[in-house]
């Protein structure tokens, strides 16, 4: 099983950036993305469910967009407006726990399977 993020890179301040993860070995009913900025600890982005549900972090929210072709088992992370405080390194996550609520979605532990990360630098 692997989760192989890319899509990152070098973008301006305002601009908008699509990252994309690409799962193999087997389905996923649960993706989620989670960033971390240097010296910072792993802050959760978003999550989409196999059933069209989003959860995104409400100090996000309005400024990035996470859909899925699950024919693909691949998840996108579009963000939009971008700002210095968006640089990190991204991370995608997948579950294959059923029970992921808006109550836990948060949280790093009920993802089983990670991805390398990539890189995302928002420059001025």
């Known amino acids: 099983v692997q989760l192989q993020a890319s899509g990152g890179g070098l973008v301006q301040t305002g601009g908008s950036l699509r990252l994309s993860c690409a799962a193999s070995?087997?389905?996923?009913?649960?993706y989620a993305w989670f960033r971390q900025a240097p010296g910072e600890d792993r802050e959760f982005v978003g999550t989409?469910?196999?059933?069209?549900?989003?959860y995104y972090a409400d100090s996000l929210k309005g400024r990035l967009t996470i859909s899925r072709d699950n024919a693909k088992n691949t998840v996108y992370l579009q963000m939009y407006s971008l700002k210095s405080e968006d640089t990190a390194v991204y991370y995608c996550?997948?579950?294959?726990?059923?029970?992921?609520?808006?109550?836990?979605?948060?949280?790093?532990?009920?993802?089983?399977?990670w991805g390398q990360g990539t890189q995302v630098t928002v420059s001025s």
């Open positions: 996550a997948a579950a294959v726990w059923s029970r992921i609520s808006d109550g836990n979605a948060h949280l790093s532990g009920v993802y089983a399977y």
């Open positions: 070995g087997r389905t996923f009913s649960t």
């Open positions: 989409s469910k196999l059933n069209g549900v989003t």
